[in-house]
């Protein structure tokens, strides 16, 4: 505030008056973006885009500059980025925020074959019917192993090239069968992984099953690194009017068997998938209408159930710097 004096005419008193001088325009700030964190598809070095950071107050034209800024290439781990804004008047103010690139997760190992009877072929009865008449329809695009191929793929973007899981399911096929044919696929060293699901066709004889099951895991284990063992889906053994063959007779084996293969996958040291589990007593929308096989969005539970376990059990720890990564050799054990 400044005083200001006027001498008045002709012998008038001095006058006084007040004038409020204009106030200072404020001062500029600068508010940053949020956080950046992003997952860099091929594990390597990339571009990072952000949005410009926003400012208040100051003197017009105001400018702001981002070290590093957006569109810069960034590695692998974090970094702070810094924003500046500057007035016309020279005032400034900064802010910073952190932009994090990651690899993507990696996995320790690549080549899977899913051995077992129907429900991994992927036999959908409802496909099949045509009138009163069954036929076995296999649909691979929702059978499980296709679907958790996809999955694996889908999280391990690196080697999604390199990833396959292979379906070696055979419709109708007793466990003893079963025993008998795992050579002919696994040997050779051609699969570092083995998923196993079979014994439903053997219902109510649960324990030949889970006999055939043990000698099936121990012939794997002396060839392959890795085998999960899932246990099998709950059955209904209510009619349905779209399927005239009722297959889902053997309710009652399913609960004994799946206790035996807890105990028989904790014996032998190997990896239970619980399909069982995340089923959770649904025998209506993920059972088909047979009452045995699964429905599409049942083969996906399945899929999903040795999506989680493969996860937990191959994922490789992140790192947070960038590092070559190199899978393991593959080792062939042969018979002596």
Same mark, same amino acid.
């Given at each position: ?12 008193? *001095? ?26 598809? *091929? ?40 924003? *500046?804004? =500057? ?8 802010? =910073?925020?952190? %932009? =994090?690139? #990651? ?88 699969? &570092? %992984? ?27 284990? &002396? &060839? ?37 293969? &807890? ?21 209506? =929308? ?8 699964? *429905? ?24 947070? #710097?960038?590092?070559?990564? #190199? ?10």
């Amino acid at each position: 505030m400044i005083l200001v004096t006027v001498a008045a005419c002709s012998g008038s008193p *001095t006058q006084s008056s007040t004038v409020t001088p204009p106030a200072p325009p404020p001062a500029v700030k600068i508010v940053c973006p949020n956080p950046v964190s992003l997952v860099s598809s *091929t594990g390597e070095a990339q571009a990072v885009h952000f949005d410009q950071p926003t400012t208040s107050g100051g003197t017009a034209p105001i400018q702001i500059s981002c070290t590093p800024a957006s569109d810069t290439v960034f590695p692998i781990g974090s970094k702070t980025v810094t924003c *500046t804004a =500057t007035d016309s008047k020279s005032q400034t103010d900064q802010c =910073t925020f952190g %932009v =994090t690139l #990651t690899a993507p997760p990696k996995i320790s190992q690549t080549s899977f074959v899913a051995f077992g009877d129907s429900m991994t072929w992927g036999e959908v009865p409802s496909e099949g019917v045509q009138g009163r008449i069954r036929i076995l329809k296999q649909d691979l695009t929702v059978a499980y192993p296709t679907v958790l191929q996809s999955l694996l793929r889908s999280r391990y973007l690196a080697q999604a090239g390199a990833i396959q899981v292979t379906n070696a399911g055979k419709q109708g096929e007793h466990s003893d069968e079963g025993l008998s044919r795992l050579p002919s696929v696994i040997d050779g060293g051609l699969y &570092r %992984v083995v998923l196993l699901m079979e014994g439903v066709n053997d219902f109510p004889d649960y324990q030949f099953a889970l006999a055939n099951m043990r000698n099936m895991i121990e012939y794997a284990k &002396r &060839r392959t690194e890795i085998i999960f063992v899932a246990t099998v889906p709950p059955e209904n053994a209510i009619p349905q009017n779209l399927c005239y063959a009722r297959l889902g007779n053997n309710q009652d084996s399913v609960a004994p068997y799946n206790a035996g293969l &807890r105990s028989l996958a904790a014996a032998e040291g190997v990896t239970l998938v619980d399909v069982n589990a995340d089923f959770n007593g649904d025998n209506t =929308t993920l059972i088909d209408c047979d009452g045995l096989h699964p *429905t599409a969005a049942g083969y996906k539970v399945i899929a999903t159930s040795f999506f989680n376990a493969i996860k937990t059990a191959l994922e490789v720890p992140a790192t947070t #710097t960038s590092t070559p990564f #190199t899978l393991p050799v593959p080792r062939i054990r042969r018979s002596r």
